[in-house]
């Protein structure tokens, strides 16, 4: 952080998610989904399930994002179950660098594509997904609290 305490030109690293690191990301959550925001206990579900999937970035001492994904072995089929970057953070990449962290991770465990949930009207997280491959496989009406309707979108991963 700088003097000012305002975003510090210090680099962001990416490490698994530590139950230590559970307050920053409950309110960071809470920030970026005011209406259907994950709690303590889903997130520590999430760390339960797939712990070399759940990354944190970091900003010396500031959580600046976070991506949970899971890993369902027997279907071979990797899912992002959440992703956020802080407000002051976003547009420099942040969003596709974990994105692509995690997805080269569930790659590496062998995942064949990698599906997820997003709400119809979060242009800017379709917009992100589409540049990262995802397309729109279907609609699901209502699927959000509500009322929102959720594209499921889904990356196939070929060879590289
Ligand atoms: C979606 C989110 C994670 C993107 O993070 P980010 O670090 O800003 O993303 P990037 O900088 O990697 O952006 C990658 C691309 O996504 C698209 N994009 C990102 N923000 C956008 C916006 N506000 N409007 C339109 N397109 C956008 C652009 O194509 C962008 O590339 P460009 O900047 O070269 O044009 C971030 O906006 C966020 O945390 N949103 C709130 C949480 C959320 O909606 N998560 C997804 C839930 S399913």
């Known amino acids: 952080?700088?003097?000012?305490?305002?975003?510090?030109?210090?680099?962001?690293?990416?490490?698994?998610?530590?139950?230590?690191?559970?307050?920053?990301?409950?309110?960071?959550?809470?920030?970026?989904?005011?209406?259907?925001?994950?709690?303590?206990?889903e997130f520590l579900n999430l760390y339960r399930w797939g712990r070399e999937t759940f990354l944190v970035a970091v900003q010396g001492e500031r959580l600046v994002g976070y991506v949970a994904a899971l890993l369902n072995d027997s279907e071979k089929e990797?899912?992002?179950?959440?992703?956020?970057?802080?407000?002051?953070q976003r547009r420099a990449g942040l969003g596709t660098r974990l994105m692509n962290t995690v997805v080269d991770k569930l790659r590496a465990e062998g995942v064949a594509s990698v599906a997820l949930h997003v709400r119809a009207e979060n242009e800017p997280a379709?917009?992100?997904?589409?540049?990262?491959?995802f397309d729109v496989e279907q609609v699901e009406p209502h699927?959000?609290?509500d009322g929102m309707d959720a594209l499921v979108m889904r990356r196939v991963l070929g060879e590289r």
């Not at 690293?13 to 990301?25: G, I, W, Y």
């Not at 379709?126 to 491959?133: A, D, E, S, V």
């Open 1 to 41: 952080m700088t003097a000012s305490g305002g975003p510090s030109s210090a680099p962001i690293q990416l490490r698994p998610f530590t139950p230590a690191d559970l307050q920053a990301v409950l309110r960071l959550e809470k920030r970026v989904f005011p209406l259907d925001a994950y709690g303590r206990y």
């Open 78 to 88: 990797g899912y992002i179950a959440s992703v956020a970057v802080d407000p002051e």
């Open 126 to 133: 379709i917009g992100m997904y589409r540049r990262l491959g």
């Open 143 to 145: 699927y959000y609290p």
